[in-house]
């Protein structure tokens, strides 16, 4: 089973992808994009690793 993301990481992360499409499928790059805009570093890595699971996901084509 995997780990269950906050309503707040989620919302988030939609949000973002709504606003830019700068966003890649690669954590490292989307957690630079973040920057110091996150509120702590938990929190952006956390974003960044679900924005980088949907764009993985968009790719294969498994997105709702």
Same mark, same amino acid.
């Not at 949000?15 to 952006?44: A, C, I, Q, W, Y």
């Not at 956390?46 to 709702?64: F, W």
């Given at each position: !089973? ?13 949000? /973002? /992808? ?14 630079? /994009?973040?920057?110091?805009? !996150?509120?702590?570093?938990? #929190? ?9 699971? /949907?764009? #993985? ?8």
């Amino acid at each position: !089973m995997g780990r269950i993301k906050s309503t707040l990481v989620k919302r988030t992360g939609h949000n /973002l /992808l709504k606003e830019e499409n700068n966003f890649s499928e690669d954590f490292n790059v989307n957690k630079k /994009l973040l920057g110091d805009t !996150m509120p702590s570093k938990k #929190v952006r890595n956390k974003i960044a690793g679900y924005i980088s699971r /949907l764009k #993985v996901q968009a790719r294969e084509g498994k997105v709702q």
